[in-house]
């Protein structure tokens, strides 16, 4: 058994600080052949996350700490929508359906979400992902 608490979002917070990437995974699932991945990931403002997408499996977030700005985009790569999540404001989380382009604007230092996805992991193709 593992709480999480503010103590456990703060420490992987520093080291996605640390990090090049400004990302850090804390893993809940015990391999990437897992068939859920479920994990806390600690965003930082400026982590770059490619517009990409997820073929065969739907993707959750609920954010924990922290805003976060999710982009939507449509199959000709135009941005459809966006949405805010905000626990000030009452947003909390969403799930992205499998095929849906997607990515994330991080728009408060310390934001940490719980992201659940179905296994086994699968690295995005070069086909699953798109710049603008």
Do not use: C
């Not at 996350?49 to 449509?74: C, D, M, N, W």
């Amino acid at each position: 058994m593992e709480i999480i608490n503010l103590e456990l979002l703060n420490s992987i917070t520093k080291k996605a600080q640390e990090s090049p990437r400004l990302r850090m995974n804390y893993n809940y699932h015990k391999s990437p052949d897992s068939k859920a991945q479920r994990l806390l990931n600690a965003l930082e403002p400026g982590t770059e996350l490619p517009i990409h997408r997820h073929q065969f499996t739907s993707e959750t977030y609920i954010l924990l700490k922290g805003r976060l700005k999710v982009l939507f985009y449509a199959e000709s790569h135009e941005l459809i929508s966006s949405s805010e999540l905000d626990p000030a404001k009452g947003v909390y989380g969403v799930d992205i359906p499998a095929g849906q382009w997607h990515t994330v604007e991080v728009l408060e230092t310390g934001t940490v979400i719980f992201e659940v996805k179905d296994g086994p992991y699968m690295p995005i193709e070069e086909d699953d992902m798109f710049e603008v």
